[in-house]
């Protein structure tokens, strides 16, 4: 039951590029987060971003909601290499549970 | 700073044996959770526990059982291990959500690498 996708599945940058990760979802939702997992890890939250918000920033990180479209886009400035991790998206559907897609792969390269 | 301590951190076992992953939550969250990572799957929801003595079943949830004694403590049982079991379990604990709002924003543990042989 995967009710949000992120996009593409991987990406290759280089130090100091921005980046665009995106995530489509299914459901109305209440709030979307986005995860960040590094290797070895396990997933820690990035940004939460309500419904009623169209943007949230968090330092280099920048998160878009488009509720019409069903889409949320994460962008990252000024990359740096331990910003190489997968990147989740988890669309609420109003319970308490946490579903997420198969994530995306950033790799920042020196 | 949330914290959520999963062990073993690695883990051989024979297929047909009985395997326990423990996971313990310092955050006095009501909600705990156990995931599956493969690859190309993403995140998988085995069981969760919105408090101590309560199990729930998540998506994948056959061939395994839950255990919540405590509010710290959360374990997952597999009782006949096999080898479509192997794979990275996390743990995590979750609040109830700011404001009001059901959204759900989860701590996650390291994980436990399990190798079913």
């Known amino acids: 039951s995967q009710l949000a996708e992120e996009n593409p599945w991987a990406l290759s940058v280089h130090e100091g590029e921005s980046v665009t990760v995106n995530c489509s979802y299914k459901?109305?939702?209440?709030?979307l987060q986005w995860y960040r997992q590094k290797s070895g890890e396990g997933p820690a939250q990035l940004i939460l971003?309500?419904?009623?918000?169209r943007e949230k920033r968090n330092g280099r990180l920048r998160a878009t909601l488009d509720t019409s479209s069903q889409s949320s886009s994460l962008s990252i400035t000024a990359t740096r290499c331990e910003d190489t991790a997968v990147y989740f998206c988890?669309?609420?559907?109003?319970?308490?549970?946490?579903?997420f897609g198969s994530g995306t792969q950033l790799t920042v390269m020196p | 700073e949330a914290a959520v301590t999963q062990s073993p951190r690695n883990k051989v076992a024979v297929t047909g044996g009985k395997v326990t992953l423990s996971c313990n939550q310092t955050?006095?969250?009501?909600?705990m959770y156990w995931y599956r990572q493969d690859t190309g799957h993403g995140l998988r929801l085995i069981h969760y526990?919105?408090?101590?003595?309560?199990?729930e079943k998540g998506d994948i949830p056959d061939g395994y059982k839950a255990s919540r004694p405590s509010q710290e403590n959360f374990s997952l049982i597999l009782e006949l291990a096999t080898p479509s079991q192997t794979s990275v379990y996390f743990c995590?604990?979750?609040?109830?959500?700011?404001?009001?709002?059901?959204?759900?924003?989860?701590?996650f543990g390291a994980g436990t690498r399990l190798s079913v042989l």
């Open positions: 955050n006095n969250h009501n909600n």
């Open positions: 971003i309500r419904s009623n918000e």
């Open positions: 988890d669309s609420s559907s109003g319970s308490w549970q946490l579903i």
């Open positions: 459901t109305s939702i209440t709030a």
């Open positions: 995590a604990s979750g609040d109830e959500g700011l404001g009001g709002s059901s959204q759900n924003t989860l701590y």
């Open positions: 526990s919105y408090g101590a003595g309560s199990t």
